[in-house]
């Protein structure tokens, strides 16, 4: 999809879909002002025998109106006029707005949408919105398929943002923020939504060396099963031990400011199938286990992202990748493990398994000296329960990275929601055989794996963002969402603001 800006008046705008915003009570926006001042009142007067109030995110396409250039205008309902239109609103209206431009089946569209204000936002942040749901809206997962493209409607191919002359540089700095986030975003969905069949560890290691490959200053490797012996990953190896496809941690290193600068440090739980092991799973919707590599996914195409807009950071992703299956090698309820980091771990239940791939990854991570360390986890079916597809969960050793993770994802449109990570929990994980035990009980579970986590995070900036809920969608709609991948970039663009402020430290 291509995107650019566009400074021309509604109603001359040469286009086959023009999405135009109206109030509830069908109160004009500017653009739905023109236009229906340049077709002699027609718009408005079809909208009213449609029935259309302009309820967030209701819409309707109106075809050849006379004295209007484009082919057709696309008018999305923005609800009441009196109340603030938060950044919340705005998200929703523009996300159904997206999706039904898409919908449309034209071959180019306009976006009159950022002519409204929206309270604490900009021209860059409406228009990158606008990239951003119109990627998401547009995307469809048909590398499986025999046929693809077959009985899908094409998205627009070319959409201008409309914005008057003193934004327009803004409308395209956004433009060129979402395009970036986007494609991150889709490699995510891509390759969350891959099966597990498909999407192995060494694949999704594979697909990591097809990024760096892509971009100069990114480089990759993979550590195999012997490298994770030699270095004492105990604990990885043993979630590996049931599954014929060989672990991989896969590590790519981003290099945009001096060496001096510590790097911040991703960390995605990259379980390529997880039945559960020798605690198996229920089968009835045991497929959804391909998601389970979603918080990986997510910081590789959170990489794509940071690589494509170059940002002056250095970021470096890690994803222990494995599969979590059950056979005569597979370890079994009451195996202790050791970790790399010296620790002894009882295996009280082996679909426990991504705290037990995560721990060594956070104990290498400790190589790099990060300035943080964020881990990125479909964790945990607590949180699910817990906060819903609404938000992430977020947990942290150190309160203002969680106050950065919370307000990026807030500015984003992909929230998480802080819980708590007092000691008391931490008592649930006692093992009266190892060090400790890889499950805390029913009680809090989100909690007890954020709290099993933390203690090898301890001498860490450090913050965990549980995806379970968010990171795919069930049911009709089923398929990867992406998410977080745009709380990730958020948090790091945050990250180049506060380094602008700051003097890089001498060398
Ligand atoms: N990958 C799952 C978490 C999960 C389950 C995410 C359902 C989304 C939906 C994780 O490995 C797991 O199995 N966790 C267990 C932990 C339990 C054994 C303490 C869970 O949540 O049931
Ligand atoms: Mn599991
Ligand atoms: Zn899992």
């Not at 426990?352 to 479909?378: F, H, Q, S, W």
């Amino acid at each position: 999809m291509e995107f650019n800006t566009t400074t021309t008046d509604a109603p001359r705008i040469r286009t086959g879909c023009l999405v135009a915003g109206v109030f509830e009570g069908r109160d004009a926006t500017p653009a739905y002002q023109a236009l229906d001042a340049a077709s002699g009142g027609k718009l408005d007067a079809i909208a009213r025998k449609s029935r259309f109030r302009g309820d967030a995110g209701k819409h309707l396409q109106v075809h050849a109106l006379d004295g209007v250039t484009a082919d057709s205008v696309l008018i999305v309902g923005c609800g009441p006029k009196k109340e603030a239109m938060t950044a919340a609103r705005y998200l929703k209206i523009a996300g159904a707005a997206a999706r039904a431009t898409a919908g449309t089946g034209a071959r180019s569209a306009a976006w009159s949408l950022g002519e409204i204000d929206v309270a604490d936002r900009d021209m860059e942040w409406k228009s990158r919105v606008a990239v951003e749901r119109l990627g998401d809206a547009a995307y469809h997962f048909d590398a499986m398929r025999s046929d693809p493209g077959k009985d899908r409607t094409p998205p627009p191919g070319r959409t201008s943002i409309a914005a008057p002359r003193r934004h327009r540089e803004a409308a395209a700095a956004g433009i060129a923020t979402g395009q970036a986030i986007a494609a991150g975003v889709s490699l995510a969905r891509d390759l969350g939504n891959l099966p597990g069949n498909v999407c192995t560890p060494s694949h999704l290691a594979d697909q990591a060396r097809a990024l760096a490959a892509r971009h100069g200053k990114v480089t990759f490797k993979a550590l195999d099963e012997a490298r994770m012996k030699r270095l004492g990953m105990g604990s990885l190896l043993s979630v590996a031990r049931g599954s014929r496809q060989p672990p991989r941690l896969i590590v790519l290193e981003y290099r945009g400011a001096p060496r001096s600068h510590a790097p911040i440090v991703l960390v995605g739980k990259g379980v390529t199938f997880d039945s559960g092991g020798i605690s198996i799973k229920p089968s009835a919707t045991m497929d959804e286990m391909k998601f389970d590599m979603c918080g990986a996914a997510s910081v590789i195409g959170a990489m794509e992202s940071c690589a494509t807009l170059e940002l002056p950071l250095n970021v470096v992703a890690l994803a222990p990748a494995c599969e979590n299956l059950p056979d005569g090698n597979a370890s079994k309820p009451g195996d202790i493990v050791t970790t790399m980091a010296g620790r002894t771990v009882e295996v009280l239940n082996t679909d426990a398994e991504g705290r037990l791939i995560l721990c060594d990854a956070l104990t290498y991570a400790e190589r790099y000296k990060p300035d943080v360390v964020i881990d990125v986890a479909t964790l945990t079916g607590a949180c699910v329960i817990a906060l819903g597809a609404h938000a992430s969960g977020l947990f942290s050793n150190h309160q203002p990275l969680a106050d950065a993770l919370l307000a990026a994802g807030e500015h984003a449109g992909d929230r998480a929601w802080q819980m708590p990570l007092w000691d008391e929990y931490a008592e649930q994980l006692k093992s009266n055989f190892a060090d400790v035990a890889n499950i805390g009980g029913r009680e809090a579970g989100a909690v007890t794996a954020a709290s099993f986590l933390a203690k090898f995070a301890s001498g860490q900036r450090w913050a965990h963002l549980d995806v379970a809920g968010t990171a795919w969608r069930s049911g009709k709609e089923k398929g990867a969402t992406g998410r977080p991948v745009g709380l990730l970039c958020q948090y790091l663009l945050d990250r180049t603001r506060a380094a602008d402020r700051t003097p890089a430290p001498a060398a």
